[in-house]
C-alpha cells in the first residue's frame, strides 16, 4: 500500500489591520502577478467578461433532485432549480418559473431582471463618446418563499475630447436580488445588495448566502482608500 495522498493546505482569510497594510498587500500582489509593475502603474487589469448561460435538463418533478453539491449542506447556485411543484430558470435576461406538470408543465411568470444599454451618440466636446450598462444572471436558489437571485453588473465606456484627452472607465459589481415567492404567478423583488468585483462564486448554508467577487484594483492612490477598497451596496447606495 502507498502512503496516503496529503491533504491540501485550506486557504486562510487574511484580515487586514488598517489601509496601510491592506494596500502594501495590493502592491505585493500586484509585483507578484505583472513583475516590474506597482501600483502606481495605471496600466488596467485585465477582467473577465460573462459567459453564455445554458438551460440544463432538470429531473421530472415527482423525481426531482437538488443541484449536485460538492460538501452535504451546503448549495450551490444554478440556472435551473425545482422544489418539485415548480421549475425556476435563470435564461439570459429573464427569470421564469414554471408549473411543473409533466407534459402539461406550463409558464406562469415570467420577470425581466438583467439588461443592457448603449450610448455612442454624438456629443459637444467630444471627438468620440462611448458608455455601456449591463446586467449578467449568473445563479438562482430558492429557499422556502424565497428566489436569491445573482447578478453582475458591468458599467463603463471612453472617450476622446476636442482636445485630444482620451479616457476610460469601468467598474464591475456583483449583487444580489431577493424575489418574493408567495404568488409565483407574480413574484416581487423584496431587495437589491451588492458589492464591488466581478462574480466569482457563491454558496449558500441555511440563512447564510456567502458571494466572492474578484475585486481588481487598477489606479489607487494611497491617500485615498475609496481607490482600493471595495464598497457595498444597498438598494443602490454606497458604502465603503
Known amino acids: 500500500m502507498g502512503s496516503p495522498t496529503p491533504l491540501l493546505p485550506q486557504p486562510v ?47 421530472a418533478p415527482d423525481d426531482y ?10 448549495d450551490e447556485g444554478d440556472i435551473v432549480k425545482t422544489d418539485g411543484t415548480y421549475i425556476y430558470v435563470l ?15 406550463r409558464e406562469i411568470s415570467r420577470l425581466i431582471l438583467g439588461g443592457y444599454s448603449y450610448d455612442n451618440n454624438d456629443r459637444e466636446g467630444y471627438l468620440y463618446y462611448y458608455s455601456y450598462k449591463e446586467r449578467y444572471l449568473r445563479e438562482l436558489y430558492i429557499s422556502g418563499t424565497t428566489a436569491v437571485i445573482l447578478y453582475t453588473d458591468n458599467t463603463g465606456g471612453d472617450w476622446q475630447t476636442e482636445d485630444g484627452e482620451y479616457n476610460y472607465e469601468y467598474s464591475n459589481k456583483s449583487g444580489v436580488l431577493f424575489l418574493d415567492l408567495t404568488d409565483p404567478a407574480a413574484p416581487q423583488v423584496s431587495a437589491d445588495l451588492a458589492q464591488d468585483g466581478y462574480f466569482n462564486t457563491s454558496r449558500l448554508k441555511g440563512d447564510t448566502l456567502t458571494l466572492l467577487s474578484n475585486y481588481y484594483v487598477s489606479d489607487p492612490n494611497e491617500e485615498d482608500p475609496i481607490t482600493f477598497v471595495p464598497c457595498y451596496y444597498d438598494e443602490g447606495v454606497e458604502t465603503p
Open 13 to 59: 482569510v487574511k484580515q487586514a489591520s488598517d489601509y496601510g497594510e491592506l494596500i502594501e498587500h495590493i502592491e505585493a500582489a500586484r509585483i507578484a502577478y505583472y513583475p516590474g509593475t506597482s501600483i502606481r502603474n495605471t496600466d488596467s487589469l485585465p477582467t473577465k467578461e460573462p459567459g453564455d448561460l445554458e438551460i440544463m435538463p432538470e429531473p
Open 65 to 74: 433532485s437538488g443541484t449536485n453539491v460538492q460538501v452535504q449542506g451546503i
Open 91 to 105: 435564461h439570459d435576461l429573464d427569470f421564469i418559473i414554471l408549473k411543473a406538470d409533466g407534459a402539461q408543465t
